[in-house]
């Protein structure tokens, strides 16, 4: 059964070969807005198309706009390759699918655009960790280009501002710690002498003792200064050292739900999940997309205006 949730991007645009932000009143009259909104229905008129390079068709299936947003539902798959549909219930092959056939998925993107400033963000929805937002901005930008700009994104406040939300949980627990090797060297401690591309060591911790207690405050101190906490020493690993290991990582869990935090650099992609068994509508996606947007925001130094929410029904 899939896990629905959403990833969020801070949103922006910069000239076609150039990182400096413009501002989302440009181009002028009206700003990038209803451009977006625009090229995004002409996609949808047009149908979809392939990606030969990387065998990959993918079309846009619709476009709503209301106060900041607008939501874009596309869908994507893979082409090129011979496979079997089969019926999982009973076990029997329903069809072929050849090489010409593309298996698609659809999924949505939010995009959530101030007629002023130059800080978005866009909101795209996942099965799994997987998402279609790369591919929509590809095909947007390719028609960006006759206006001189370019939709790009960045992770790391956003993300971090969701991880610090997570730590404020009074509930949130610690379960364990992952530590990976992933190369090898004479001079450094390995689990085997064996040639293996991967090694990883999982110590899953008591409730309630002070080595859970020292990670807890591990988690707080990393926030706003992503100083890498010593793992091996706080859970006695007396044999080993942080720099034997090429990654680090803590389990934590609120409402029963895991959440892998790799202190090893920066802050880990965020995944927010909505809890539901089937897909959700696209008013249940936008209200849970746009309660982080409420928060997110300000963290990005965004003010909300009154009419900033988008409202979609169904």
Known sequence: MSTYGFRVFELFATPLRSFDRVSFTDPEPDGLKPIIHDLAEKRVRSGGEKNEKKAIYSRFDSVRSSGWGVLITASGGYYGESAQVVDVESGEEAHSIATTDAVLRESRVLMLIPPYGETGLLVAETRGRSHLANGVLVQLNNDLKGYGVKLRTVTDLADEHAWNKFLDSEEIGIRSVELVQRTRSIDRTNF???????????????????????????LDELRGTKHRPSLTGMIGLSHYRDEDFDEERIIAVVDGRNRTINITSGWPAFTYTIDTEERPSDLHFVDEACEVARTTFPALNVDLASNWRPRFEG
């Open 192 to 218: 085997t002498s064996e040639n293996v591309k991967k090694s990883t060591l999982i110590i899953d911790l008591e409730d309630d003792t002070e080595v859970k207690r020292r990670l807890r405050g591990a």
